[in-house]
């Protein structure tokens, strides 16, 4: 019975203590909650291939920039030149199982 009142005596003598921890948790799980909610939804890749199929760009987004085209341009040559495949996936935590020829089992489906 003597632990439990030094318990209560000593959130009473340190409630603004108490207070400003358990708020500091709560700004902290918030903050955890904010970012995987960012981080959840489709994510978009566009994909730019030659002519070969030999992959020479990929990047997150479904759009190329006027800066990123210009600069593409200046180092690959036209952008006509090449494919370009837009691919969404559900970006959720996933361990993708891959075959002993180092290719991925799964396959991307392209946006819509």
Known sequence: MKF???IVSTVK?????????MVGLFLI????FAVAAMKSGRKSMLQ???PKGNIVLLTEGGTLSQI???AFERTFGPL???????FSEQNQTRQIAYS??????HQDTPAE
């Open 80 to 86: 006509e030149q090449y494919r370009v495949h837009i």
């Open 68 to 70: 990123d085209k210009a």
């Open 100 to 105: 002993g020829n180092s290719t991925p089992d």
């Open 48 to 50: 730019i291939s030659d």
């Open 29 to 32: 799980e918030l903050e955890i």
């Open 4 to 6: 439990q009142n030094d």
């Open 13 to 21: 003598e340190h409630r603004s203590l108490f207070i400003i921890i």
